[in-house]
């Protein structure tokens, strides 16, 4: 059984800076693509990172150039590390990864996922 747990959540002012955390149990992240979203209140869920299973990474427009994936030497554990953060970036982000390795899904066919952590940036 996949679990993905978040932190590192929390409230920052405009302009700060928060890493998010997502730990994996029942397997590692190694040959498996994990994937950050986020959902705002009344938006629906996007994608705003993506570190794909060949080590090559994605990012949505919004962030690109403040936000950066990694994983820890471990591949146990995704890193989201959160830059320059703007009021809208307030969101629920949530880590998710793929079903079966060596494969990019859609973004609406991640397998498993985490509870989410809340992330708000005030102005």
């Known amino acids: 059984q996949v679990q993905l747990v978040e932190s590192g959540g929390g409230l920052v002012q405009d302009g700060g800076s928060l890493r998010l955390s997502c730990t994996a149990s029942?397997?590692?992240?190694?040959?498996?693509?994990v994937a950050w979203f986020r959902q705002a209140p009344g938006k629906e869920r996007e994608i705003v990172a993506r570190l794909n299973w060949d080590d090559s990474t994605y990012y949505t427009d919004s962030v690109k150039g403040r936000f950066t994936i990694s994983r820890d030497n471990a591949e146990i554990t995704v890193y989201l590390q959160m830059n320059s953060l703007k009021p809208e970036d307030t969101a629920v982000y949530y880590c998710?990864?793929?079903?079966?390795?060596?494969?990019?899904?859609?973004?609406?066919?991640?397998?498993?996922w985490g509870q989410g952590t809340q992330v708000t940036v005030s102005s």
């Open positions: 998710a990864t793929a079903g079966r390795p060596w494969w990019i899904p859609q973004d609406d066919n991640y397998l498993h």
């Open positions: 029942g397997r590692s992240f190694s040959r498996y693509t």
